[in-house]
């Protein structure tokens, strides 16, 4: 079973940057696509960007919300994916979960436990 | 405002069924036979329960499934249980440019 853990989340001003981790296990790590999706307290799901891995060119996109405030990355060295998040802002604050990104067809199919992050003054 | 509409709520008693739409366009759930559903108990991560419109990963029960017509999926709860009682989430493929979009969430209660 995929395992995946996030860290790193807490509390953090407006403007201010934060970076995300998930070190992920039970999966060759090196093949995988991987995905963030947050989830405001009490609310609804959102999905924030995805990576691919380096055969299929490695590259991420995002969602119109996040695009060029945030960036993802990996490290197959040691199975750890990374959010950069900067220029936070209010609406920012929610739970960040690392997904495993199986295909189109499956999406989503493993997610962590989730980081809290909340963006207040 | 999500981008999929789907029923704040809905409810069953146990043994009976269930019905959760999810409305889309066009542009992602008539589009693509990529609508996948989630169910996410309180205080849990969501978990993977339909994908491809009606594909049950493996350990999912038969009795949730899942169809789609036009711009309208949905997911049916067979045979309800006191464990089925969660909030469930549609997502569709939107295109190489919106990617991935969701409904704002349905809260099943089992009477």
């Known amino acids: 079973e995929v395992q995946l853990v996030e860290s790193g989340g807490g509390l953090v001003k407006p403007g201010g940057s934060l970076r995300l981790s998930c070190a992920a296990s039970q999966l060759t790590f090196t093949n995988a696509w991987l995905s963030w999706v947050r989830q405001v307290p009490g609310k609804g799901l959102e999905w924030v960007g995805l990576i691919r891995n380096r055969a299929d060119g490695g590259t991420a996109d995002y969602a119109a919300p996040v695009r060029g405030r945030f960036s993802i990355s990996r490290d197959d060295s040691t199975n750890t994916l990374y959010l950069q998040m900067s220029s936070l802002k209010t609406e920012d604050t929610a739970v960040y979960y690392c997904?495993?990104?199986?295909?189109?067809?499956?999406?989503?199919?493993?997610w962590g436990q989730g980081t809290l992050v909340t963006v207040s003054s | 405002q999500s981008a999929l509409t789907q029923p704040p709520s809905a409810s069953g008693s146990p043994g009976q069924s269930v019905t959760i739409s999810c409305s889309g366009t066009s542009s992602d759930v008539g589009g693509y036979n990529f609508v996948s559903w989630y169910q996410q108990h309180p205080g849990k991560a969501p978990k993977l329960i339909i994908s491809e419109v009606s594909k049950r990963p493996s350990g999912v029960p038969d009795r949730f499934s899942g169809s789609i017509s036009g711009n309208t999926a949905s997911l049916t709860v067979s045979g309800l249980q006191a464990e089925d009682e969660a909030d469930y989430y549609c997502?569709?493929?939107?295109?190489?440019?919106?990617?991935?979009?969701f409904g704002g969430g349905t809260k099943l209660t089992v009477l």
């Open positions: 997502s569709s493929y939107a295109g190489y440019k919106n990617f991935w979009v």
């Open positions: 997904t495993h990104y199986g295909s189109n067809s499956v999406p989503f199919d493993s």
